[in-house]
């Protein structure tokens, strides 16, 4: 659910930090990646929240949030929350409870969503993908633009995977992609890697199955290369 604008962000950090990766595989994402979907598609603060006592970061959360900065350095709960009502919450004991659907995370990192989610138990291949590719949003192309020129600058190796999903493929997606990283970045595109609703969550997200799955096949493509 997160943007490619976050994921800039994160970039940014990495890049600055001691240990710089030698490659990074970036997850295309058909729905999103290039698309404005409002509401649905977010810059998460919130992941962000756990390294706000690093003042770069907290400048990054301040800005996003529309926070004024010198408020985060008087109020730490401020600092630490999204609004001054949700710290008024957090300071009640009313935080908010996650869903376990998409939160469930335990010592070892995110679990992976188990079958199939509720009402997608007999779900069948969509041939009519309500998205269609048309026109990307700008803002978001330019920081595709700007992983792939950083990555290059860094000289850091930047593999764009397109994951499986279960409906239509877009091809007009995949080939403004192909544009935009004029042959910078390797594409590997998984989008039709399965036809089985078995490996499949819903029709966007793979469950447990799927996902070990498509991470061995992965793999074998990046060993191979």
């Not at 698309?35 to 990054?60: H, T």
């Amino acid at each position: 659910g997160s943007n490619i604008e976050f994921h800039e962000t994160v970039l940014d950090l990495v890049l600055n930090s001691k240990h710089k990766p030698k490659t990074i595989i970036y997850n295309l994402d058909d729905c999103g990646t290039l698309a404005a979907f409002k509401g649905q598609i977010i810059y998460p603060m919130e992941q962000l929240y756990s390294y706000v006592e690093y003042d770069e970061i907290n400048k990054i959360v301040a800005d996003k949030m529309d926070k004024k900065l010198w408020t985060t350095k008087v109020s730490l709960t401020y600092k630490h929350n999204v609004n001054f009502i949700s710290a008024v919450k957090y300071l009640r004991g009313g935080k908010e409870k996650p869903s376990f659907e998409i939160n469930n995370i335990d010592k070892y990192g995110s679990n992976l969503m188990e079958g199939k989610a509720k009402g997608f138990e007999d779900m069948v291949f969509q041939n009519n993908n309500p998205y269609k590719f048309k026109k990307s949003y700008k803002p978001y192309q330019q920081s595709l633009e700007n992983i792939i020129t950083k990555c290059k600058s860094n000289n850091v190796k930047l593999i764009l995977v397109n994951p499986p999903i279960f409906f239509t493929k877009n091809k007009g997606f995949l080939e403004e992609v192909s544009k935009i990283c004029n042959n910078d970045a390797e594409i590997i595109d998984y989008a039709e890697l399965f036809t089985s609703n078995d490996y499949f969550y819903n029709h966007g997200h793979l469950n447990k199955k799927g996902a070990i799955e498509f991470s061995k096949q992965l793999s074998k493509a990046l060993i191979k290369n």
